[in-house]
């Protein structure tokens, strides 16, 4: 017996209607051309490119810039390589000129050439930098640390940097690899040349020292013979004085007198002294106003 819409036969078998399988065939095809579509194309971000590998024919020369793009499911795939700068820390033991060793510490900023992806992945494959820039970067540090002393390395600085950068660049170019900027971050030396360099410092410092204490000593003889050679001469004017005109001894003592007694008037204390001892008795020495030309008020 047929039942409702004759998906039931007789005998008990299922029979799918013709109209449904022609709607699950057409959402199959739907489905697979969706998926082909969505595996037919392909976005490179800003700051990226991409070249095309094919099945058939290999690397393509063709460079892919920024956007969306299209490719043959399963016969090419894209291959992405960033074009922004990126650092890459390296550090080089080498010797100097005079066999010092030196530790050089190394900051690449690097990017690979855009025009040239297709040769570089050829050549070098996605992580060029692991590849290439330990190798070139060793070597040309050595070649150019070996044209200086190690004291040339410190005081010569900026022309070591200017060498190491313009020789890298050079030798980059030939892997397609772009530096935009080479700098030496770490300069350090061996133990021992660290120890005899400031060896060197403090004897330097110490003979400074000894000839500071000697050029002292010239300038301290040097105020003695001239305060002697003052004293001297201030003894023969004091004699001169003294000779020509008794006088003088006898207005010293007065002024010597006039020193003490205001002194003595300042003090708050009251002092009981003998006028012989502090030199306050004038008319001992046989001082009167006609020596001194003094005339006294009417």
């Known amino acids: ?102 530790n050089i510490g190394l900051r690449v900023l690097h990017r690979p050439d855009a025009a040239s992806l297709p040769s570089m992945y050829r050549q070098l494959g996605v992580d060029y930098d692991d590849r290439v820039l330990p190798s070139i970067c060793n070597e040309v540090l050595k070649a150019v640390v070996a044209q200086f002393n190690a004291s040339q390395l410190i005081t010569q600085r900026a022309k070591v940097s200017t060498l190491v950068r313009n020789q890298l660049i050079e030798r980059a170019k030939d892997f397609f690899i772009v530096l935009d900027d080479v700098s030496i971050t770490d300069l350090s030396f061996g133990r021992e040349y660290t120890a005899a360099v400031e060896a060197k410092q403090v004897a330097q410092q110490e003979a400074q020292r ?68 502090l030199m306050l008795n004038l008319a001992s020495l046989g001082i009167d106003a006609s020596d001194f030309n003094i005339k006294k008020k009417q």
């Not at 290999?58 to 043959?72: C, N, S, T, Y």
């Open 1 to 102: 017996v047929l039942q409702t819409r004759g998906c039931i036969m007789a005998d008990g078998r299922f029979r799918v209607p013709k109209g449904a399988t022609r709607g699950t065939s057409l959402l199959g095809i739907a489905a697979l051309m969706g998926y082909g579509l969505y595996k037919s194309v392909y976005t490179v971000e800003g700051g990226y490119r991409a070249i095309l590998f094919s099945r058939i024919s290999g690397v393509q020369m063709d460079v892919r810039e920024e956007g969306l793009h299209f490719r043959v499911p399963w016969f090419q795939w894209p291959i992405i390589y960033e074009i922004r700068a990126r650092p890459k820390m390296m550090t080089s033991p080498t010797g100097s000129k005079d066999l010092q060793m030196v």
């Open 210 to 277: 000894a000839q500071f204490v000697v050029e002292r000593a010239k300038q301290e003889r040097q105020e003695k013979v001239v305060r002697a050679e003052g004293e001297s001469e201030a003894a023969r004017m004091l004699g001169l004085a003294m000779n020509n005109n008794p006088g003088y001894l006898k207005l010293r003592k007065i002024r010597a007198a006039q020193l003490i007694a205001n002194t003595i008037a300042q003090s708050q204390n009251r002092v009981y002294l003998s006028a012989e001892t």
